[in-house]
């Protein structure tokens, strides 16, 4: 059973992610855990108020928040009633990340899917704060929906590497069986000014040749140093439907995500983005 977990500000942007994960996983016996975190909203309404008004305010807020809840996996059902997925809501006083963060670890959660912006929608950015925050910080693969992306299947799906990091197979194996539900092509890309490979790569390469074994897979290779531009001209030539990169320390994600500002990152994701987040969980 695949356990994912997906945070809704109830925006047009949120409900695509919804039914994106819904359509792609509609294979998989799944289990949905709709959250709404709402320690901002309520912090931010209640500056004036006394404690006894603070909690007042809390409450009713809550039960809002929970019926707003109810009607949105009312809404998926009508659209998607699946019998392969059963969905939960929950309704967190916290920060976003925190409660993702805790949801995912209580449920040993496979996925976290949201919308690459919410309610606010900036076309200048690539990334609203939230979902950025969630990709940077969240210890569980993310997998981030543009607001204007409506395909349902992958079919060509770019994952740029050094082959300088050792992976994971709980991870590698999410995006192996969701690459052959839709028979897609995974497309390694390797950005390099063509020095001889280490044996680390060597070694890494062979890793992942194994774990996508069961799948078509390309390897691509073009010079350079500049990893984004590379990246934004794969995706163009290639006609990728699909982003995966790796977040951790001296991979190629970390350096455009903790170098740059939220305006500043160059990755013209027009497309859905999985974050594998590399982290060793049981």
Do not use: W
Not at 147 to 154: G, K
Not at 162 to 189: I, P, Q
Request: glycine share 2%; proline share 3%; charged share 25%.
């Amino acid at each position: 059973m695949k356990k994912i977990v997906i945070p809704t500000d109830f925006s047009e942007t949120s409900m695509n992610a919804i039914m994106y994960a819904v359509h792609l996983f509609k294979h998989d016996i799944s289990e949905i855990t709709i959250l709404h975190a709402y320690a901002d909203e309520v912090y931010k309404n209640t500056t004036t108020l006394d404690r006894e008004g603070f909690d007042e305010y809390k409450d009713a807020y809550q039960q809002k928040i929970e019926k707003a809840l109810q009607k949105e996996v009312a809404e998926i059902l009508e659209v998607s009633p699946n019998p392969k997925h059963t969905y939960k809501y929950t309704a967190s006083f916290g920060s976003l990340v925190d409660e993702i963060n805790q949801i995912v670890d209580k449920q040993n959660a496979d996925l976290v899917v949201m919308g690459t912006k919410g309610k606010t929608n900036d076309r200048n950015i690539t990334f609203g704060s939230n979902t950025l925050q969630v990709i940077k910080y969240v210890e569980c693969p993310v997998l981030a929906v543009p607001a204007a992306y409506h395909r349902e299947y992958p079919k060509n799906i770019l994952f740029p590497t050094d082959y300088m990091l050792s992976y994971r197979r709980r991870e590698l194996k999410l995006l192996s069986t969701l690459a052959k539900n839709y028979s897609a092509t995974v497309n390694f890309l390797y950005v390099s000014d063509f020095k001889p490979s280490s044996h680390r790569q060597l070694d890494n390469k062979m890793f992942l040749d194994s774990s996508f074994k069961e799948n078509r897979c390309t390897n691509l290779k073009t010079a350079g140093t500049d990893i984004t531009a590379s990246i934004n001209t794969t995706i163009a030539d290639q006609k990728i439907d699909m982003l995966v990169m790796v977040n951790r320390r001296h991979s190629y994600l970390e350096n455009i995500l903790y170098s740059s500002t939220i305006e500043d990152i160059g990755l013209q994701i027009k497309i859905p983005f999985l974050v594998l987040q590399n982290i060793s969980r049981y």
